[in-house]
C-alpha cells in the first residue's frame, strides 16, 4: 500500500478509489456505481423509510477510532433509526469528505470498507451510491439509509398515551462512559465500554406494530430524548432512575455516574411506550430476536420527563442531552 493520503488518491483517480474501496460493497440497484443515479423499486404494499446522519471528526468520533469501526458506526447509527419506526434495512448512499494531505491512506480506507462490508452481510444492506470529495479540515462522513415496512405500520413518537409504561432497550449509558474511557477519564479492564462507544448495536429485526404506541431511538441521552417523545405526544414521562438498566461495567464504577448515564448519548437503544396489556407481547416479540428490554417509567397527562429516585423524589439533572447547536 502508498502511503498517498485518500485526498491525493482520489485527486489523482476518484473513479479508481470508487472502485478500489466502495465499488465491491455496491447492490444491483447501484447499477455498478458507473452511472449518475440508482434505480430502486419499492416492493407493492410497501413504502421506504429514510434516514441520514453525519459523522464529524472530532465531533462525532475521535481521531484515533479506527477505521474499520469508523464505518459501521456510522451505518448502525443510520440503522437505529429504521429499527426505531420498524424498517428492515434495504439500501444505503455514502457521502465521504477526505481532509487534504492528511493521515486518510490506501490503507486506511481498505480498513474502513473492510468493516463496511462486514455489517452489510451482517444486516443484509448494500451500497448503492454516494459521493467523495477533499476538504480544508475534518474527516466527515455522511449516510442515508433506506428502509421497507407495510404501509401504515411505522412507528412513530407523537402516538405515546397517558398510561402506557415506558421500556427501553439493552443497557444504557455505555457509550457516554466509553468515551470518558477513551480520554483517558475513567478505567475499562474489560474494554466493554469503549466497544459499545466504538459499535453501537441497532435493534434491528424488531416486529412491534400493534405492540408499542411510540418508539424512538435513544441517540441525544435517555432523559432529552424522553423529552422527545413527551413533546411530540404531549404528555409527560416519568422516568425511575434506579429501573434503568446498567451494564455491568458500567455499575462497576458506582452511583456517581447515574446521571451521566441517564444523559449521555450515543446509546442507540430503542425507547418504547407500551400499554401494559401488550407488555407480555412487547416482552415475547424481543426474547424472539435476543434483545432485553426493561420496563423504566410510566406515561401520564402533563407535560416533559420526570426522573425519580428509589424514594420517589425528583432528580434535577445537572446536564441536559447531546445538542447540535
Not at 502511503?3 to 465491491?24: L, N, V
Request: charged content about 20%.
Amino acid at each position: 500500500m502508498t502511503g498517498t493520503s485518500g485526498a491525493e488518491a482520489t485527486k489523482a483517480g476518484e473513479f479508481g478509489f470508487i472502485a478500489r474501496h466502495f465499488r465491491p460493497l455496491a447492490g444491483p440497484e447501484s447499477l455498478d456505481l458507473r452511472d449518475d443515479c440508482a434505480l430502486m423499486r419499492c416492493p407493492a404494499g410497501e413504502e421506504f423509510a429514510i434516514s441520514t446522519d453525519t459523522m464529524v471528526e472530532n465531533v462525532h468520533f475521535l481521531p484515533d477510532d479506527p477505521p474499520e469501526t469508523l464505518g459501521r458506526k456510522l451505518l448502525r447509527c443510520n440503522l437505529s433509526d429504521l429499527a426505531a419506526m420498524g424498517a428492515r434495512p434495504h439500501a444505503y448512499t455514502l457521502n465521504v469528505t477526505v481532509p487534504r494531505g492528511g493521515r486518510h491512506d490506501e490503507s486506511w480506507f481498505a480498513a474502513f470498507s473492510r468493516g463496511l462490508s462486514e455489517d452489510q452481510k451482517v444486516y443484509g444492506i448494500q451500497l448503492i451510491g454516494g459521493d467523495t470529495t477533499s476538504i480544508s479540515g475534518p474527516l466527515v462522513l455522511s449516510a442515508t439509509v433506506f428502509g421497507l415496512l407495510r404501509h401504515n405500520t411505522a412507528l412513530r413518537r407523537n402516538t405515546a398515551r397517558p398510561g402506557d409504561d415506558v421500556w427501553v432497550t439493552g443497557t444504557i449509558g455505555d457509550a457516554a462512559l466509553g468515551l470518558l474511557v477513551l480520554q483517558g477519564k475513567l478505567r475499562d479492564p474489560s474494554g466493554f465500554l469503549a466497544e459499545r462507544y466504538h459499535l453501537p448495536r441497532p435493534r434491528t429485526g424488531l416486529h412491534l406494530h400493534g405492540i408499542v404506541s411510540a418508539a424512538m431511538d435513544i441517540s441525544d441521552g435517555l432523559i432529552q430524548d424522553c423529552g422527545h417523545i413527551a413533546e411530540e405526544s404531549g404528555v409527560q414521562l416519568v422516568i425511575e432512575a434506579n429501573a434503568v438498566p446498567v451494564s455491568s461495567a458500567a455499575a462497576s464504577l458506582g452511583h456517581d455516574w447515574l446521571m451521566r448515564r441517564l444523559c449521555g448519548g450515543d446509546d442507540y437503544e430503542l425507547l418504547l411506550t407500551c400499554a401494559p396489556e401488550c407488555s407480555e407481547a412487547l416482552q415475547a416479540a424481543c426474547q424472539a430476536a435476543n434483545i432485553p428490554v426493561h420496563r423504566i417509567g410510566t406515561v401520564r397527562s402533563g407535560t416533559g420527563v420526570r426522573v425519580l429516585d428509589a424514594k420517589g423524589r425528583d432528580i434535577i439533572p445537572e446536564q441536559g442531552g447531546w445538542q447540535h447547536f
